[in-house]
């Protein structure tokens, strides 16, 4: 093989994935153009949850941030102009204090500004994770995070994701500098999203100072908790859970069947089969902790990269709610697969391109009849990564 061959990614020529890329790219632009110029499709976006959040922390009703009829008055605008009922914030406190700056702007201009920042989030993540990961300035990880639809789904509908991207990459960085109470802080911030905290188990397998991390943990925690009451009240401790339990249904925009996740195939088994509504989520949960039990035996042979997406595609399938926005840290698996397929001696690469493609094109199946495979599909890309940890095709990094 010669010598310009050998320096491909991939097995086809740069300029046609470059081709790609550009088209998809200007579709993406186009949607995006689209959606900023719609009134009614941005009064639909979950921006509105989150600037509602906002404005009545700014107003008088703080106490009363988890009152549907609150918040309902709040988006009365949307409401009208949607015809449909409240879409609620469900969020801990906290996150309405990102989203303060947008509510002294009009709507439609708050939501653009919002978009635009969200772009700028991405490179920011985008720079912060291939810095870590890549010896040497890589390109095609911007290609396919602007590129990629989880990421415009996200910006489109006004959703935090990418947040979420940058605060998994320091997580990471965290983890590979050995950094395990810091470490330890930044990873509280998931308590903000409590679908994620099944993602702390892993970490503390990862890191090597377990005790150090759980200390950092604590301590975040503890502040979070500080934070929320103080914004919230004492009262946050018992209404919080008792609202999320009463907005989590269709009507408030929670499509429990329509997640992403093994819970949601469960339900839909459940519902067929008419089982007990509680025996998905008792299924789910034996499920993740026997995968945790697995993922545990494969930490000893630590290939961090490989072991940090494996953690992340489970947290994913097992989390009770992945909606297609939250796929957005699979950039993090395919930015690894892309890193170990410029290294030299790293064999098996047609493998990992296979699951390049799979992790980039699966959200095509979500919205079809095949959507409950999605979560098995995941489930063996998260065992690859595992098996391929073990296996002599890659690189300790």
């Not at 947040?163 to 320091?170: D, I, N, Q, R």
């Not at 109470?181 to 509280?188: A, E, M, R």
């Not at 970490?203 to 150090?212: A, D, P, S, W």
């Not at 008419?274 to 034996?286: D, G, H, K, R």
Request: aromatic share 18%; glycine share 4%.
């Amino acid at each position: 093989m010669s010598k310009n061959a050998q320096n491909r990614l991939f097995f086809f020529d740069f300029h046609l994935l470059n081709l790609v890329f550009v088209i998809v790219l200007i579709a993406s632009i186009f949607s995006f153009c689209f959606f900023l110029m719609n009134p009614t499709l941005i009064a639909g976006s979950d921006f509105v949850s989150y600037r509602t959040g906002a404005e009545i922390l700014l107003g008088e009703d703080r106490k009363n941030l988890y009152d549907i009829s609150t918040q309902a008055k709040y988006q009365k605008e949307e409401l009208d102009l949607l015809g449909r009922k409240v879409l609620p914030f469900r969020n801990p406190s906290p996150i309405a204090l990102l989203f303060m700056p947008f509510a002294f702007l009009p709507e439609i201009w708050a939501y653009r500004l919002f978009a635009i920042a969200n772009l700028a989030i991405l490179v920011f993540a985008v720079q912060l994770f291939g810095k870590s990961i890549f010896r040497k300035p890589n390109q095609y990880i911007y290609w396919v995070a602007l590129t990629f639809w989880p990421v415009i789904s996200t910006i489109i509908t006004g959703q935090i994701s990418i947040l979420l991207l940058v605060l998994f990459a320091y997580m990471y960085i965290f983890l590979e500098t050995n950094k395990p109470f810091q470490l330890g802080i930044v990873s509280s911030l998931l308590l903000l999203k409590p679908q994620y905290v099944i993602f702390l188990p892993f970490l503390f397998l990862l890191t090597n100072l377990k005790g150090k991390y759980l200390k950092g943990l604590f301590l975040g925690g503890l502040m979070l908790l500080l934070l929320t009451v103080l914004i919230s009240g004492v009262e946050f401790l018992w209404r919080y859970p008792k609202f999320l339990m009463a907005t989590e249904s269709p009507t408030y925009g929670s499509h429990i069947k329509s997640y992403v996740g093994f819970s949601s195939f469960l339900q839909n088994i459940g519902t067929n089969f008419n089982l007990p509504s509680y025996l998905p989520f008792i299924l789910n949960a034996m499920a993740y902790f026997f995968m945790l039990f697995i993922f545990a035996r494969y930490v000893r042979k630590k290939n961090l990269g490989l072991l940090y997406s494996s953690a992340i595609i489970f947290t994913l399938i097992f989390s009770i709610h992945t909606w297609i926005h939250d796929l957005v840290l699979l950039l993090i698996p395919m930015f690894v697969i892309l890193q170990k397929m410029t290294e030299k001696s790293v064999k098996g690469k047609k493998i990992l391109f296979a699951l390049f493609l799979i992790l980039f094109l699966l959200f095509l199946i979500l919205d079809s009849n095949l959507k409950d495979t999605a979560p098995f599909i995941l489930f063996a890309v998260g065992v690859i990564f595992l098996r391929l940890n073990v296996a002599k095709v890659v690189e300790s990094r």
